[in-house]
T-cell receptor
Framework: NAGVMQNPRHLVRRRGQEARLRCSPM?????VYWYRQLPEEGLKFMVY????????ESGMPKERFSAEFPKEGPSILRIQQVVRGDSAAYFC????????????FGDGTRLSIL | AQSVTQLDSQVPVFEEAPVELRCNYS??????LFWYVQYPNQGLQLLLK??????LVKSINGFEAEFNKSQTSFHLRKPSVHISDTAEYFC????????????FGQGTRLTINP
């Protein structure tokens, strides 16, 4: 499968636990984006990364959320001390280069907080 | 900052009827426009895009959208829908001014009735 791979597809956590969401971009893509989709809403941008660099994190909550895209391995979105309001679908997208290149999306991780 | 408004949250139509999903955007700079389709429990798939050139863009499955700069619109149309077109449709905008993030509308749920 040459598409954007996200895992896990579903993740259940209790309040206060940590959630780690992984994203492997399409082959040849060096730009990764994370979006969050709350129930009955559109997608909201969270963060844009290139290898080893955070380019734009203007959509990330100021606390508990972090993202990385290491030189080797997938991009990770990490949510510490999860709360009920973190329940959402988290989508990763990738593109080869800049704004004219469409972003290709993974199937998402559905995070449920008990 | 950019914003996207999808005027209809739900659109029910009968099979083989025409459909139009409306999208208006707001931006102070030039934009790139996209329509994405999301089937249940899946990620977003690119349906079509406008980057430059001809204002009428078409997809392989019969959808088309027209960029209207004066109306700041990018409405999606199909002359005859099929049951398989049932999905959620998202309009999105990006700019060529350095920001790489997509700004999405709230989505329109298209339901095709037999």
């Amino acid at each position: 499968n040459a598409g954007v791979m996200q895992n896990p597809r579903h993740l259940v956590r209790r309040r206060g636990q940590e959630a780690r969401l992984r994203c492997s971009p399409m082959k040849g893509h060096s730009h990764v984006y994370w979006y969050r989709q709350l129930p009955e809403e559109g997608l909201k941008f969270m963060v844009y990364l290139q290898k080893e660099n955070i380019i734009d994190e203007s959509g990330m909550p100021k606390e508990r959320f972090s993202a990385e895209f290491p030189k080797e391995g997938p991009s990770i979105l990490r949510i510490q001390q999860v709360v009920r309001g973190d329940s959402a679908a988290y989508f990763c997208a990738s593109s080869p280069t800049g704004a004219t290149q469409p972003q290709h999306f993974g199937d998402g991780t559905r995070l449920s907080i008990l | 900052a950019q914003s996207v408004t999808q005027l209809d949250s739900q659109v029910p139509v009968f099979e083989e009827a025409p459909v139009e999903l409306r999208c208006n955007y707001s931006s102070s700079v030039s934009v790139y426009l996209f329509w994405y389709v999301q089937y249940p429990n899946q990620g977003l798939q690119l349906l079509l895009k406008y980057l430059s050139g001809s204002t009428l863009v078409k997809s392989i499955n019969g959808f088309e959208a027209e960029f209207n700069k004066s109306q700041t619109s990018f409405h999606l149309r199909k002359p005859s829908v099929h049951i398989s077109d049932t999905a959620e449709y998202f309009c999105a905008v990006n700019t060529n001014q350095g920001a790489q993030k997509l700004v999405f509308g709230q989505g329109t749920r298209l339901t095709i009735n037999p």
